[in-house]
């Protein structure tokens, strides 16, 4: 089955610092850029950090630019999210999630076509 | 950063309705929306590509249109499984999504 399955959440103090991993299956993640995605309890969604098929590129939201650190692990089919300084607002479920993309004459669009089960980052102070 | 506006933010229909979703973009993003649906609990589910493109699984009721600034999620005929939150995202700049439109039974 392809899947993308979260692990690394928890409780954690303001300032402190939590992993996050996503492992995936049934697919090989090396053809993927790779993103992470966070939705606050009771709010909608807020896109985290990227990075690109070899690792090379990488992309921060404002909010967590400068403590969060994406990377990956194509020999361990695995994507991680380190998260340091952490604060309330970081509290969230987490998202793994695969892009695609389609290619047209003058056109690419990329989208998120799997998304893992999440995982719950609670901070407090 | 290019903000996404939905509208309505919540809505209530019956099965069997036809129901429409728009999004507004902040500025011209040409066809570079996407749609996902959304069950309490759940993961984001992919419907809607490139504006228009029906995700491979996804039921022929929904579709999608729209360009420039104006983009609308419609469901045909609104069936039980259809009640949760819609999200659109756009990817002609740093992503950014939608408020979402909770779909409600009436």
């Known amino acids: 089955e392809v899947q993308l399955v979260e692990s690394g959440g928890g409780l954690v103090q303001v300032g402190g610092s939590l992993r996050l991993s996503c492992s995936a299956s049934?697919?090989?993640?090396?053809?993927?850029?790779m993103h992470w995605v966070r939705q606050a309890p009771g709010k909608g969604l807020q896109y985290v950090s990227a990075?690109?098929?070899?690792?090379?590129?990488?992309y921060y939201a404002d909010s967590v630019k400068g403590r969060f650190t994406i990377s990956r692990d194509n020999s361990k089919n695995a994507l991680y999210l380190q998260m340091t300084s952490l604060r309330a607002e970081d509290t969230a479920v987490y998202y793994c999630?695969?892009?695609?993309?389609?290619?047209?004459?003058?056109?690419?669009?990329?989208?998120?076509?799997?998304w893992g089960r999440g995982t719950l980052v609670t901070v407090s102070s | 950063d290019i903000q996404m506006t939905q509208s309505p933010s919540s809505l209530s229909a019956s099965v069997g309705d036809r129901v429409t979703i728009t999004c507004r973009a902040s500025q011209t993003i040409t066809n570079y929306v996407n749609w996902y649906q959304q069950k309490p609990g759940k993961a984001p589910k992919l419907l809607i590509y490139a504006a228009s493109n029906l995700q491979s699984g996804v039921a022929s009721r929904f579709s999608g249109t729209g360009s420039g600034t104006v983009f609308t999620l419609t469901i045909s005929s609104l069936q039980a499984e259809d009640f949760a939150t819609y999200y659109c995202?756009?990817?002609?700049?740093?992503?950014?999504f939608g408020q979402g439109t909770k779909v409600e039974i009436k």
């Open positions: 049934g697919f090989s993640l090396d053809s993927f850029a």
């Open positions: 990075i690109s098929i070899n690792g090379g590129s990488t």
């Open positions: 995202q756009q990817s002609y700049g740093d992503p950014t």
């Open positions: 999630v695969k892009e695609s993309i389609l290619v047209v004459p003058a056109a690419s669009y990329w989208y998120f076509d799997l």
